[in-house]
């Protein structure tokens, strides 16, 4: 292989890492994560449980299974290992295609977790008395387990709400994931942005019908807009204007179809990021409101910028800065 593929080869690996995956997956013990790995592979999609990393990390160093509660323990090790630990899922991530790409587990120890960019954190849960039912089956414990089983379990799953993590049955899951395929099987799964493009009216009315960004959108008033493609099908638009005292560009309101949105495709912050590959971005406002925003602009790179000072408008509207890293 000459070395400008081989440069090539790499360039085309480190983008692959760096994009949004198809979702993360975690859940209480029992739950039944397993399962639904082997339910969510059949289907053709990438999966990998982050035990596996945790279990390569710990014999690479040559340490004992219980390491992490034994005299071998240190913060410095712990750091150290989890390195190796986000090394190989980069590397794992790399191999594969970002848009079938799901991940199972979260691992959080102290202030080490793992890099996984994805817009979709999932929650496995189940009720409870059959998740503490299973825990006692497998794990060959007693009735006399069953309160602080269900106490443990309720810890998590809280844990994970917390953590954004949106609670789903597994059919919920499997029949999500039965939808973006058939969408990309229709549309494909390349996200493409086109500025300037010319957006249908109809579209820009029904944005503009949205309470999120209603008011923001001006259907009636040519403004240079950039439509978003999932394949060669118009799926919405942003409209970009350049801020010259900031020397950067914002991508002013973004409108996805709601038939679009729900499927773990990550448009919107696929856009963004494909928009800013080649510009520089000038601090974006965006509504306290608008989560759905607010995690697309953080998995396109964006961070909220806490030393600048929320915005509060005369009617009521309130947004927060948000600056790329």
Known sequence: MSRLKTLQKALLLVKRASQPILAQVDGPAGVGKTTLMENIEKRGYSVIDLDVFDEQATKEFGLDDGWKSSEQYSDKL????????QKLLDNWLEENDPAKSIVFGIHTEGDTRYRINTDNKILLVDDVSKIVDRRIKRDGLGQADRASLKKETLGHIKELKDLGFLPMKADEILSMFGRIKKKASEHGSNVRVIFPDSIPSDV????????EITGFVHPNQDRQRAGIYLGDQLVGFMTPREERANKGWRVGAIFIGPEFKGLGLNIGSKAIAQFFANRKAAPVPISTTNIASQKAFESAGFKREE???DIVEDDGWTGQWW???
């Open 307 to 309: 030393s600048y000072p």
């Open 323 to 325: 600056v790329k890293n």
């Open 204 to 211: 820009l009315l029904e944005a503009d019908s949205n309470p």
């Open 78 to 85: 712990l750091a150290k290992v989890h390195k190796l630990r």
